[in-house]
Nanobody
Framework: VQLVEAGGGLVQPGGSLRLSCAAS????????MKWFRQAPGEERESVAA???????YYADSVKGRFTISRDNAKNTMYLQMNSLKPEDTAVYYC?????????WGQGTHVTVSS
């Protein structure tokens, strides 16, 4: 199983980024897909989640700014991040949960700074 994140980078406050997570080696539409993030010196925290049917969850800190989505035909999950703040700076991880298993990507760095 591989989860490969992409789309991170440096962005100014107020800017936008779109992260993607490409999955392989698993039956993608059977998994709940999640985004987590970990800021320097902090614990990893849940950001958003999406079920196979499209139900979504967001952490309070990102509600109204981030949008999670998935394309089951492409085995890919996305995180559209708008109105980014310096406190959104973190490594963002893709997570797949299902069938008693839990898989993680390697992470992609997001830095929000002027």
């Amino acid at each position: 199983v591989q989860l490969v994140e992409a789309g991170g980078g440096l962005v100014q406050p107020g800017g936008s980024l779109r992260l993607s997570c490409a999955a392989s080696g698993l039956t993608f539409n059977m998994y709940v897909m999640k985004w987590f993030r970990q800021a320097p010196g902090e614990e990893r925290e849940s950001v958003a989640a999406i079920s196979s049917g499209g139900s979504t969850y967001y952490a309070d800190s990102v509600k109204g700014r981030f949008t999670i989505s998935r394309d089951n035909a492409k085995n890919t999950m996305y995180l559209q991040m708008n109105s980014l703040k310096p406190e959104d700076t973190a490594v963002y991880y893709c997570n797949a949960v299902g069938a008693g298993r839990n898989y993680w990507g390697q992470g992609t760095h997001v830095t929000v700074s002027s």
